[in-house]
């Protein structure tokens, strides 16, 4: 397995090396081994979780306050543009935003470390995105901030087709730096 930085700091692509035939494929979808050698604590993980959006689907953005949550993220079925929003204000990225294409051909792995915005839109019919979490949810500690906020200006490839109450009620960025500042 394959481990790239990105120019988001912490953010690392973790790429498996998917073994095909003509059964189908086989392919590693976690390795501790590989985790532990990027600096991830695979032991860290408390909770995996899946969620299932349709064609234009927009989950996010969403965060954590407090101490955060580092997030193992990869799209198990279709296609989904994966997007991430650095809120650390001592990092050298904060406000940065950057986005990925996960799938299920290529089967790459997003490592999210504390102290980011995440958000995703189902690029097909169907998008399965699976999560590794480093902590149990406690809602008095989410963060969230508007797809459409015209200060981070986010380039989503699709027409939003659906979204949920909370995500449409999400604050803007403006606000979110003043409570975390």
């Not at 120019?7 to 095909?20: I, Y």
């Not at 189908?24 to 695979?42: I, Y």
């Not at 792995?109 to 699976?130: E, K, M, R, W």
């Not at 906020?149 to 699709?158: K, Q, T, V």
């Amino acid at each position: 397995m394959q481990v790239d930085a990105t120019d988001l700091t912490g953010v690392l692509l973790f790429r498996p090396e998917p073994h095909r035939d003509d059964r189908g494929l086989f392919t590693r979808t976690f390795d501790a081994a590989a985790a532990r050698e990027a600096g991830v604590d695979p032991d860290a993980f408390v909770q995996d979780s899946q969620s299932r959006s349709r064609l234009g689907v927009l989950r996010g953005l969403h965060g954590r306050a407090g101490a955060g949550e580092a997030k193992l993220v990869r799209c198990a079925h279709g296609v989904v543009h994966d997007v991430l929003v650095d809120v650390r204000p001592s990092s050298p990225t904060f406000g940065q935003h950057r986005a990925f294409r996960l799938n299920d051909v290529d089967f790459v792995n997003l490592y999210i470390p504390a102290g980011f915005l995440h958000g995703f839109q189902s690029l097909t019919d169907i998008a399965d995105v699976c999560y590794r979490i480093d902590r149990g949810h406690d809602l008095t500690e989410d963060l969230a901030v508007r797809y459409d906020d015209p200060e981070l200006a986010i380039d989503w490839p699709l027409p939003v087709s659906i979204l949920s109450v909370r995500d449409a009620a999400a604050g803007s960025w403006s606000e979110l730096q003043s409570r975390i500042g």
